[in-house]
């Protein structure tokens, strides 16, 4: 251990959120502006009100975690995926700190770091190869981690991420945004089984999602007076019960010592409840699943400080971690 102290920054969709981690294991502070409420009257992220929030949050956000921080050595800040002007927003408050302490710059890839969050001070315990799971509202995947850095892609979504598809489910059921909690709460009063709905399979990917489908079966129970409750039920055994059988597959195919999940759907207890496999398995817990600085600082701790902060720029469209 090195003592090293990074402040994280996040802002690549409708959270705003600053944390300072030392050493990638111990959180001093953690902060998050949601702006869940803003985008629930558009039933999904508005991407120019999401920008004008990041910009009225991200100095006092900034400001909050750093008020009982010791001294920062390095400043981390979340570069992509994402939207582009809420990226822009985080990336120059992440510059503007960062030339002002005179410390160096990381720019970090938002997905890895949800799938760091499984493992945030229990690092040592880890063992590699592990299958990293990212359950999220923009993505999904299945990846073999060699180590912290190194990913091999198995598969991903053909269509919708599995997030995406219970904020689309939601909208269906007439749940408000953001859809998962919802969906899982009024999950708990239906039947799994009264729906046979089935997610779908990718023919040139065993091991590929595809969710396109069984939300258009959904969309047909949704017009038929049926129980929204059993068809959420339904829905979330059909989604979850297709990852879990191609994780099987996959370990089946990649052996591997341990299981990482990350995203914003590892959030879901239904889900953690199926997670029953023989391997030890790593979830975030609850404070770091969704959007958050934490696993950004926390990340930052891997790499090499390489960038002076004037050249990061936002990269919407990053894959690059798992290739
Ligand atoms: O990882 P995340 O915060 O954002 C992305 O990086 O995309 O994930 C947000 C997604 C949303 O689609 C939200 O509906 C979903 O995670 N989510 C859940 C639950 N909590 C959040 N999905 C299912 N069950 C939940 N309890
Ligand atoms: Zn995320």
Redesign the pocket.
């Known amino acids: 251990m090195d003592n090293r102290c990074i402040l994280g920054i996040e802002s690549?969709?409708d959270e705003t959120a600053a944390a300072v981690v030392v050493d990638g294991r111990e959180i001093i502070t953690h902060v998050i502006a949601s702006q869940a409420a803003v985008h629930e009257q558009f039933g999904g992220v508005y991407p120019e009100l999401a920008s004008r929030h990041h910009l009225d949050k991200v100095s006092p956000i900034i400001t909050e975690a750093l008020r009982s921080a010791p001294p920062i050595d390095c400043v981390a800040v979340a570069q992509g995926p994402g939207l582009v002007g809420s990226l822009l927003v985080g990336i120059n408050a992440a510059k503007g700190v960062a030339m002002g302490l005179g410390v160096p710059l990381i720019g970090i890839n938002?997905?890895e770091a949800?799938l760091y969050a499984a493992i945030m001070g229990k690092q040592d315990t880890v063992q590699y190869p592990a299958l990293g799971v990212v359950l999220?509202?923009?993505?999904t995947a299945l990846l073999l981690i060699k180590k912290i850095g190194e990913y091999e892609l198995i598969s991903s979504t053909a269509d919708d991420?599995v997030?995406?598809a219970?904020?689309k489910v939601a909208a269906m059921l007439d749940l408000p945004y953001?859809?998962?909690?919802h969906?899982?709460k009024l999950a708990k009063e239906g039947d799994p089984h009264a729906h046979p709905f089935r997610a779908g399979r990718v023919k040139t990917n065993p091991f590929a999602f595809s969710f396109s489908g069984l939300k258009t079966s959904v969309l047909y129970a949704c017009q038929k007076p049926h129980s929204k409750a059993d068809i959420a039920a339904s829905f979330q055994r059909a989604a979850f019960s297709d990852i879990k059988k191609k994780m099987t597959l996959a370990l089946e195919q990649f052996p591997c010592r341990s299981i990482l999940l990350g995203?914003?759907?590892t959030?879901?207890k239904a889900?953690r409840d199926l997670l029953n496999f023989d391997l030890p398995t790593f979830l975030p817990p609850p404070p770091l699943?969704?959007?958050n600085a934490a696993m950004i600082a926390g990340l930052a701790y891997e790499k090499s400080p390489a960038m002076s902060p004037s050249n990061l720029t936002p990269k919407p469209r990053l894959k690059a971690f798992w290739s």
Do not use: I
């Not at 999220?136 to 993505?139: I, M, W």
């Open positions: 690549t969709c938002h997905v949800h999220s509202g923009g993505h991420a997030g995406e219970f904020d953001p859809g998962g909690p969906v899982e995203g914003g759907v959030n879901n889900l699943t969704l959007d």
